[in-house]
């Protein structure tokens, strides 16, 4: 039978959500665990998507097989007690055979927090972006409506990405303020690799004043990495919800 588990993990601890030899890695961690509670079989995990190093995962999902017969309310139990503090299995449910972790994704919701206190919180350093420097939080607003709808976003993507057909649509674009902190919240078909980082980074150069708002309909029309902005840091990024049909 397949099972479909939410995962909610701490990045910072991590050389990313995918296995390496000889690096501690999410997938890793689940895997071990799932081997144990198999006593010794390999099981192997499908995530929505891979987070990199320091990136962190609020509702991050993966299906695997099995042939156990544990009632479904235990595994995340039976995960928990084997998992490190820094991984948390939040819900384990019954998938139909057919679904696909990745594949039958519909949307994906990305958050990136960004803090902006004179000097940086060294409890904060590994979950939010420190940049103390003013932003025009209108400015930010008025240039996010331009990311919303289907575009081909080569300038938002990294040079390393392997994948070719970069056009993906974005649904949902907000940014709000709570104390000291910014959240860019992004929700869309799929996001290519640095995609949000890059996204995020290119909006805080138009609060900086340092582009219009409209320049991002320029860029995006470029189809050139070097048009954007830099790549933000990992550690303000969560990987918050995967969507599904069901």
Known sequence: MRIKCTVSYDGSGFSGYQRQPGLRTVQGEIEEALMKIHKGERIKITASGRTDVGVHAVGQVFHFDTSLKIPMEKWPIALNT???QDISIQNAELADQDFHARFSAKKKEYR??????????VFRRHYAYHFPNPLNIEAIRTAS?????????TSFCSSKTETENKVRTIYEADIW???DEITFRFVGSGFLYNMVRIL?????????GKRKPEEIKQIIAAKDRSRAGKTVSGCGLYLWKV???N
């Open 112 to 121: 990136y927090r960004l803090y902006r206190s004179f000097h940086r919180d």
């Open 243 to 245: 969507y599904y049909d």
């Open 200 to 208: 995020v980074g290119t909006l805080i150069e138009v609060g900086e």
């Open 82 to 84: 084997l998992l490190p």
């Open 145 to 153: 409506r331009f990311i919303i709808g289907t575009h081909d976003f």
């Open 177 to 179: 303020e709570e104390g």
